[in-house]
């Protein structure tokens, strides 16, 4: 499975920007997926996680509310659409896809696959 991500930039805070990330391979439409993020000097850090089907969602508490993730299995794809979006939003944004199909993927040993990163900066 190859991963791309995509839709990262510069927005203004309480801005909204959609993140997407397109899957290549086998399996996609079976596993659970995830988005990650990662700040300057900071660890990678647990964004949201969806279902096999999108049926099921999880997020962490500094987005819920805000940030929304859907897929579209037959475009192999995977959104987080960011809303209000805040200066401590700021990071690369990694997709990755899971070897379960749940959504309680909070973990980056629960993922097999990762893309490669997308920049989102929002400026004050």
């Known amino acids: 499975v190859q991963l791309q991500a995509s839709g990262g930039g510069l927005v203004q805070a309480g801005g909204s920007l959609r993140l997407s990330c397109a899957a290549s391979g086998r399996g996609f439409s079976s596993s659970g997926m995830g988005w990650f993020r990662q700040a300057p000097g900071k660890e990678r850090e647990f964004v949201a996680a969806?279902?096999?089907?999108?049926?099921?969602?999880y997020y962490a508490d500094s987005v819920k509310g805000r940030f929304t993730i859907s897929r579209d299995n037959a475009k192999n794809t995977v959104y987080l659409q960011m809303n209000s979006l805040k200066p401590g939003d700021t990071a690369v944004y990694y997709c990755?896809?899971?070897?379960?199909?749940?959504?309680?993927?909070?973990?980056?040993?629960?993922?097999?696959?990762w893309g490669q990163g997308t920049l989102v900066t929002v400026s004050s």
């Open positions: 969806i279902s096999w089907n999108g049926g099921s969602t």
């Open positions: 990755a896809v899971s070897s379960y199909s749940g959504s309680y993927l909070y973990r980056p040993s629960d993922y097999g696959y």
